[in-house]
């Protein structure tokens, strides 16, 4: 199960995105934690748009909305959570503050969301024997090359 299903089991929406990265859990996560994609110039230009109307009308924010609106609910050796809770469609988005992962939990007023940004961290370690030289040859065939635990040369096969 999922770190995010614990803080939203109930949802309408859902997306998910995976990538491959060759580092260690808490790097990735460390690497997550520090990101800040107010630091992205396309970002920065879309919540400009997004905020356009809140600067025409006088209901502008102090700060432009970015990852420090949102709560850290919980962190584990593999996983984290976000938190954030408003009525987004406003135009200074309506957020209700949450100290915490607790708090995320129990917030229940109606007609106002709750949004969840869960990473996870999966480490797969396969691995593959073959039992003879002709097996070796066809399981080699097959793929685009070695991995990293495959003989160094054809002359080993």
């Known amino acids: 199960m999922a770190l995010i299903d614990d803080y939203l089991p109930q949802f309408q929406f859902s997306e998910t995105h995976a990538a491959t990265v060759k580092a260690g859990a808490d790097a990735i996560l460390d690497a997550v934690a520090a990101y800040r994609p107010e630091s992205d110039p396309f970002f920065r230009a879309m919540i400009a748009l997004r905020e356009l109307p809140a600067r025409l009308t006088g209901k502008r924010r102090p700060e432009p909305f970015g990852m420090a609106n949102f709560t850290l609910l919980e962190r584990t050796p593999s996983g984290l959570v976000y938190g954030l809770v408003g009525q987004f469609w406003q135009a200074d988005y309506g957020l209700h503050p949450v100290a915490d992962g607790p708090a995320f939990k129990t917030f229940d ?14 480490q797969t370690h396969p691995r593959r024997r073959t039992q003879d030289r002709r097996a070796r040859l066809n399981h080699f065939s097959t793929k685009r090359g070695p991995g990293p635990n495959a003989p160094a040369s054809s002359s080993r096969l």
């Open 109 to 122: 007023e109606a007609g106002v969301p709750k949004l969840a940004l869960g990473f996870d961290v999966h």
